[in-house]
């Protein structure tokens, strides 16, 4: 396995400078299971764990190694085993909340080039949830892809590609059908050797089927198990998988809870049209309720604007609004414990009568 295959490039080779000379070695975290890594790294694979100090000085699970990320490790090559001792910077990640109560980023995938968004065209197919994707594609920094499986339940191609137009602009789609073999090689044909893809998208919509295809075998893949927002069990195991074409594919399981992460950049690309259309208003706080010269309403009125596409932006921009409220809420308690902890240690250490 040479670095390259795995994914690494002039910017990661740059990063890893800094700790060079020290026996450490670059590893790609392929599989994250409970308590320990699955590591590609250039002497095979390693089970790795973090050190102590990097958990402790880590504020929340996006400061520790998720799938796609390279890492600095310690390597103990006669027991196939390893100390991660940090985190390179990430080009790109695709976030969630994390499913639940807290207000918490969920890096899904790291260091992504592109993201193939797949939806069953059964009748689960769902043009908001594939904005949903698209918001949290762009804001990862990977190019989306829209891949659109089970295309031999349906003939109506032409509409279903004139519908997902409306949504995604120019954005490249993909109609396959894994059952059938048909379509996947455009998959191969975005993942050049060396560049990493991501395959997001609901239980059920095809992704195993798709990579035993690509595959060219029937793969087991490890569980993990977590607690899903009703404490329930899901499996979720994320996945790092090195193709026979030469690129790599992270398979991540069905996430039953998908909520916005991050800026508002997001959605302001993927509702481009809306954006536009804002800007043309008469009055630039106009509220789009009863002023006159308001593009939103006629073009609402006219058709041009679909009332689910706006209704979806909205919602998207409120859900947005609001979990960041709340992590700046949370962020301002921790913020606060600390300096507590700070001034009692600062108490302890130098009690009153010795302070100058
Ligand atoms: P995953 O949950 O996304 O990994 O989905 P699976 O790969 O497990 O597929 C879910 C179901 O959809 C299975 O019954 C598959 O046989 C079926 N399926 C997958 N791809 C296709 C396809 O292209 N066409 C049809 N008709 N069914 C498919």
């Given at each position: 396995m040479t670095l390259e295959s795995l994914g690494w490039n002039p910017v990661f080779a740059e990063a890893f400078k800094a700790y060079e000379g020290r026996d450490?070695?670059?590893?790609?975290?392929?599989l994250q299971h409970r308590t320990y890594y699955s590591i590609l790294s250039e002497i095979g694979e390693l089970r790795g764990e973090v050190t102590g100090k990097m958990e402790y000085l880590a504020s929340g699970p996006q400061d520790l190694p998720a799938v796609?990320?390279?890492?600095?490790?310690?390597?103990?090559?006669?027991?196939?085993?390893?100390?991660?001792?940090?985190?390179?910077?990430?080009?790109?990640?695709?976030?969630?909340?994390?499913?639940?109560?807290?207000?918490?980023e969920q890096i899904v995938a790291a260091n992504v080039d592109v993201?193939?968004?797949?939806?069953?065209?059964?009748?689960?197919?769902?043009?908001?949830?594939?904005?949903?994707?698209?918001?949290?594609?762009?804001?990862s920094g990977a190019n989306p892809v829209i891949?659109?499986?089970?295309?031999?339940?349906?003939?109506?191609?032409?509409?279903?590609?004139?519908?997902?137009?409306?949504?995604?602009?120019?954005?490249?789609v993909i109609l396959a059908s894994a059952l059938k073999d048909k379509g996947l090689d455009a998959i191969a044909h975005h993942l050049k050797p060396g560049c990493t893809g991501a395959l997001?998208?609901?239980?059920?919509?095809g992704k195993t089927t798709i990579i035993n295809h690509l595959l060219g075998s029937t793969r087991k893949t490890a569980e993990v198990r977590e607690n899903d927002s009703r404490g329930r069990h899901t499996t979720s195991a994320r996945e790092l998988i090195l193709l026979p074409s030469g690129g790599l594919l992270i398979d991540t399981p069905g996430m039953r809870e998908l909520q916005?992460?991050?800026?508002?950049?997001?959605?302001?690309?993927?509702?481009?049209?809306?954006e536009e259309l804002e800007r043309q208003c008469k009055f630039r706080d106009c509220s789009h309720d009863v002023e006159p010269g308001c593009e939103i309403r006629a073009a609402l009125e006219k058709g041009i604007l679909e009332p689910e596409r706006y209704e979806s932006y909205k919602k998207l921009l409120r859900e947005l609004a609001y979990h960041n409220r709340k992590y700046n809420e949370v962020e301002q308690r921790k913020e606060k414990e600390r300096i507590k902890k700070r001034t009692s240690q600062f108490k302890r250490n130098f009690p009153k009568g010795k302070r100058s």
């Open positions: 450490l070695i670059p590893g790609r975290i392929a796609g990320d390279w890492v600095v490790l310690h390597p103990r090559p006669e027991e196939s085993t390893a100390t991660i001792v940090d985190l390179l910077p990430r080009r790109t990640k695709f976030s969630r909340k994390v499913a639940g109560r807290k207000t918490e993201v193939f968004i797949v939806s069953g065209l059964d009748h689960d197919f769902n043009l908001r949830r594939i904005e949903r994707y698209l918001v949290l594609s762009r804001q891949l659109l499986n089970k295309a031999d339940l349906r003939d109506d191609h032409k509409e279903i590609r004139k519908a997902i137009a409306l949504i995604a602009g120019d954005i490249p997001l998208g609901s239980s059920g919509v916005l992460w991050g800026e508002a950049e997001g959605v302001d690309e993927t509702f481009e049209d809306i």
